[in-house]
């Protein structure tokens, strides 16, 4: 299958620092890209959608400013965490799909992040 | 609203069968995803189904009813390495990924 890349796998940042975390699709163009956040045991939460070129999607309840999210390119999004906080401290991860909405959608490895 | 529900946890045995079953009820129905997920990992794509029926791949094979809302997982010969989550999503008629909280395999040598 296709490659997502995403970095850092783990971090661990002071609180009111600013974390980015980097997803790339190695071998295909991602249209569309992911970003989940994941608590212990719990679901994948879906943060929000970007598609290249335009803004994000953001899902009702998550912090547009404190969660930046770019996608400058077919092959890399970002998502900036802001002046983070402990309750920041999360599995963040990231998914990109290369064509339409029934095509599977291949994840990067994941970020821990921790604030302290 | 929307609900996807799955066990909580599943124990079984090296070698054996075990089935996980997933039911949903979604606003719209654009197909079923089964997704892999090891402990502080990202999940990883199992299955795919849209249609109703059975889909094999290896060990792992997917079944899917739309008219119960209904999906299951079917690993055999068990091994110690599917210990693992394994998360059931619907994609929505808005094309929206709707996520089970996934269910804990355990198995047991």
């Known amino acids: 299958g296709a490659v997502v890349s995403q970095h850092p796998s783990w971090v661990i940042c002071k609180s009111g620092t600013s974390v980015k975390i980097e997803c790339r699709s190695l071998d295909f163009q991602a249209t569309t890209m992911f970003w989940y956040r994941q608590f212990p045991k719990q679901s994948l939460m879906l943060m929000a959608t970007?598609?290249?070129?335009?803004?994000?999607?953001?899902e009702q309840g998550v912090e547009k400013d404190k969660f930046l999210i770019n996608h400058a390119s077919l092959t890399l999004s970002t998502l900036t965490v802001t002046s983070a906080h402990p309750e920041d401290s999360s599995f963040y991860i990231c998914?990109?799909?290369?064509?339409?909405?029934?095509?599977?959608?291949?994840f990067g490895q994941g970020t821990r992040l921790t604030v302290v | 609203g929307q609900n996807i529900d799955q066990p909580t946890e599943m124990t079984a045995t090296e070698g054996a069968i075990v089935q996980i079953n997933c039911t949903y009820q979604t606003s719209g129905f654009n197909g079923l995803f089964w997704y892999q997920q090891h402990a502080g990992e990202a999940p990883t794509f199992l299955s795919y189904n849209v249609l109703d029926g059975l889909e094999e791949k290896g060990r792992f094979s997917s079944f899917l009813s739309r008219s119960k809302g209904y999906s299951y997982l079917l690993l055999k010969e068990l091994q110690m390495k599917d210990s693992a989550s394994y998360l059931c999503?619907?994609?929505?008629?808005?094309?929206?990924?709707?996520w089970g909280a996934g269910t804990k395999l355990i198995i047991k040598p």
């Open positions: 998914s990109a799909r290369e064509g339409g909405e029934y095509t599977e959608a291949f």
């Open positions: 970007s598609n290249e070129g335009s803004k994000a999607t953001y």
């Open positions: 999503a619907v994609l929505d008629s808005n094309y929206q990924l709707i």
